[in-house]
């Protein structure tokens, strides 16, 4: 008797376990420190999602969206996968991006999920009329006090137009710090060689399955053990910032591997 009710306990523990895991969200705080970051710029603050996947947490992701609300970001960056193409429901990405309007300016842009989309461009032009700024394979200047730095958004490239080296040169970037939204974190080497500041990227949901001590165990383009599944990723004078994402796709359940919003304060050195 005693062990079936030992039994009982440990299942308990881990079914408990196992929810929070999937349904609780993670706040990540991640400083970058850059000589090319303007001093106006110094505190300045992004709250960066991905791969939302049309999930819900809370009613109208209104759990989320306090989250984000107490961060007091100066701007939130969406890096695409905010829609599912498998389950689509539009109307929960346009209903999130409106009440995240109300926090804070919205950039945007696309992932591989976007692409598979029919109605993709009538979905676009409702983020655009909400006044969520779009970036596709384009950028824009942010000021601030007499200082500016550049954010751009590329498609994923599974939009068939889209070469991503090609695409960031198009954007013509300057001697401005740049933070490019980019679904894909295995091009990191691509960001590196075009001198982009900092890189938001999601896409590769944290490895799914995460192990203690060896990380996550596959992301799609990645495959088995990735290189690139979650935090602050460092070559020379260009960093890149994966996040675990929120939502889940082709793959129902997340394991150690909670879904997160990202908190990136900027900081000049």
Avoid at 3 to 9: D, H, M, N, Q, T
Avoid at 144 to 165: C, E, M, R, V, Y
Wanted: glycine share 8%; with cysteine; net charge negative.
């Amino acid at each position: 008797m005693k062990k079936i009710i030992l039994i009982i306990i440990i299942f308990i523990i881990i079914a408990v376990y196992f929810l929070w895991g999937n349904l609780s969200i993670a706040t990540t705080k991640i400083t970058v420190r850059s000589s090319s970051l303007p001093s106006s710029f110094d505190g300045f603050k992004i709250v960066h999602i991905s791969d939302l996947h049309n999930d819900e947490f809370g009613d109208d992701n209104q759990r989320l969206l306090s989250l984000i609300r107490n961060t007091k970001p100066d701007i939130i960056a969406l890096t695409g996968d905010i829609i599912d193409s498998r389950r689509t429901d539009t109307e929960v990405a346009e209903e999130f991006i409106e009440d995240a309007l109300k926090i804070a300016p919205v950039y945007y842009s696309t992932g591989n999920h976007e692409s598979r989309l029919k109605n993709f461009p009538s979905t676009e032009r409702e983020f655009i009329e909400d006044g969520a700024i779009v970036l596709r394979n384009e950028a824009k200047y942010i000021n601030k006090g007499n200082h500016s730095i550049l954010i751009a958004g590329i498609d994923d490239p599974d939009f068939k137009s889209t070469d991503t080296a090609s695409a960031i040169k198009d954007i013509g970037k300057n001697d401005a710090f740049t933070v490019l939204l980019s679904h894909r974190p295995e091009l990191f080497d691509i960001y590196c060689k075009e001198g982009i500041d900092l890189t938001l990227s999601g896409h590769a949901h944290g490895g799914q399955f995460r192990l203690p001590f060896i990380g996550g165990i596959y992301a799609p383009h990645q495959g088995l053990m990735p290189e690139y599944t979650e935090g602050l990723y460092t070559n020379g004078s260009s960093n890149m910032i994966v996040s675990r994402g929120l939502g889940k796709s082709l793959f129902p359940i997340r394991f150690n591997n909670r879904p997160e919003i990202v908190v990136i304060t900027l900081e000049t050195k």
